[in-house]
């Protein structure tokens, strides 16, 4: 369960330099001084166990700030946010991954961020590597990785937590189209048991197949909140 109560969050961004050299000169003997980005307004939701959330709207517009949020990485500047169960945040490509590092090392360093015991990382390993698909890879290191392998490894250790909220902040991406059905044959599966889900992202065509309720973000602001195909309308038109 999720309820987000009238959430804001400001950024403070210090005011950009002068043009002139004389103006910067001054500048540097005043306070700094800084003015409010509102990343969110006023965002009211609630988001029930097992609920496939997709939240959709142009860049810039909160997205990832909502999720950090709800994860608990970011405070909200105003409001209150309520979770309850386990969160598993996979918001950023690499987060937790050393490119000198092998695959084999890196799911187990992950792994332990994540909040797995090397134990249970010992015995989920083969079905983290048959998952991502690497298992002629699994001594090299990451550096020699592209990106949708190491989307691939690391989407496959985040799975294997047991959570009970998952937050994707547009991973999936980067990864080709086989794969990408593969992590939403997942995600039904997360569904079935009672799993919340919430994927930003900017495939419509996979918000209106697989969520079954859809957020319109836009200037930080909700602008719809309900059934995909018409919350995909709104935002498309």
Known sequence: MIKLDNITKIFHIPHEKRDTLKDNVVDMFRRVSYEPLYALQNIYFDIMPGEFIGIIGPNGCGKTTLLKI????????????????KI?????????????????????????????????????????????????????????????????????????????????????AVGDAKFQNKCFKVFDDFKKQGKTIILVTHDMGAVEKHCKRAIYLDNGRIKSDGDPKKVVEQYLN
Do not use: C, W
């Open 70 to 85: 709800i994860a608990g990485i970011l405070m909200p500047s105003q409001g209150k946010v309520a979770t309850k169960g």
């Open 88 to 172: 598993s945040p996979f918001l950023e490509l690499g987060v937790g991954f050393d490119p000198n590092l092998t695959a084999r090392e890196n799911v187990y360093q992950n792994g332990i961020i994540l909040g797995l015991s090397h134990k249970e990382i010992t015995k989920k390993f083969l079905q983290i590597i048959d998952f991502s698909e690497l298992e002629r890879f699994v001594d090299t290191r990451l550096k020699d990785f592209s990106s949708g392998m190491q989307v691939r490894l690391a989407f496959a250790v985040a799975i294997q937590v047991n959570a009970d909220i998952l937050l994707m902040d547009e991973v999936l």
